[in-house]
Nanobody, 115 residues
């Protein structure tokens, strides 16, 4: 069973930074991919950043150059460093793991960026 627990969300002013963490139950080596998605009110859930095992990270165009996804295998944790935040980044952010061919989701963490 896969459990993902996000943390690090909160309220920040535009231009500020936050770092989200996603702690997984067990080794993240077994996941084919891990990533971050977000969903704003009235919108569909969208990809923010994703790492496929053996591949390079990929990012949504709207966050390129501002967000960085990384992983700490020893801590079974994936991070999302978010810089230069904008009000349009406001959303619930979800951690995702693909294992073995099924998507697993965390409960989400709210990020609110004030103007």
């Amino acid at each position: 069973q896969v459990q993902l627990v996000e943390s690090g969300g909160g309220l920040v002013q535009a231009g500020g930074s936050l770092r989200l963490s996603c702690a997984a139950s067990g080794s993240i080596f077994r996941f084919n991919a891990m990533g971050w998605y977000r969903q704003a009110p009235g919108n569909q859930r969208e990809l923010v950043a994703r790492i496929v095992n053996g591949g390079s990270p990929n990012y949504a165009d709207s966050v390129k150059g501002r967000f960085t996804i990384s992983r700490d295998n020893a801590k079974n944790t994936v991070y999302l460093q978010m810089n230069s935040l904008k009000p349009e980044d406001t959303a619930v952010y979800y951690c995702n793991a693909l294992f073995p061919d099924k998507d697993h989701w965390g409960q989400g963490t709210q990020v609110t960026v004030s103007s």
